[in-house]
C-alpha cells in the first residue's frame, strides 16, 4: 500500500524526521571516524611487520563499527516504515509522497528549512522542485 502525505501530515511529521536524520548523520560521521582509525591501525601494524602474536587490535573498533551500522539500518528502516523517503544523508534532503491536482508528486524538504514548502515530480528531482503555493 502506498502512502501518501498531505501538507499537514509531512510538516507534522518534520519534528521527528529532522531528529532521526539528526541521529543518522552523528552515526555515519562516527562510522567514518572509526572506519578511518582503524585502517590508520591497520597500516600502523603493517609498518610494524605484523601483529603481535594472540592480538587482535581491531575487534573492538569493528564491533564499534558494526553496532553503528545496526543502528543506522534501524534509523534507515524507520524512514521506510513511514513511507518517507531519505534521499541525502549528508545534505539532509527528504521527500514526501503525495497527491498534487490528482497527481503524484514528492513534497520536499532540506535540512535547515523552516517547513515543507516544495514539491517535485516522480521523476524531476531535486532540481525540478518549485514552491507550492497556497490554494
Known sequence: MKIYFTLAEANALLPLVKLELEKLQGIKKQYRDK???LHQLKDYHQKQGGL????DPYFTLECEMDFL???GNTLLSSFELKGVQLKDIDSGLIDFPALLNGQEVLLCWRQGEESVAHYHGLHDGFAGRRKLTEE
Not at 52 to 55: F, I
Request: aromatic share 10%.
Open 69 to 71: 551500522q545496526l543502528e
Open 35 to 37: 572506519y578511518e582509525e
Open 52 to 55: 603481535p602474536e594472540g592480538s
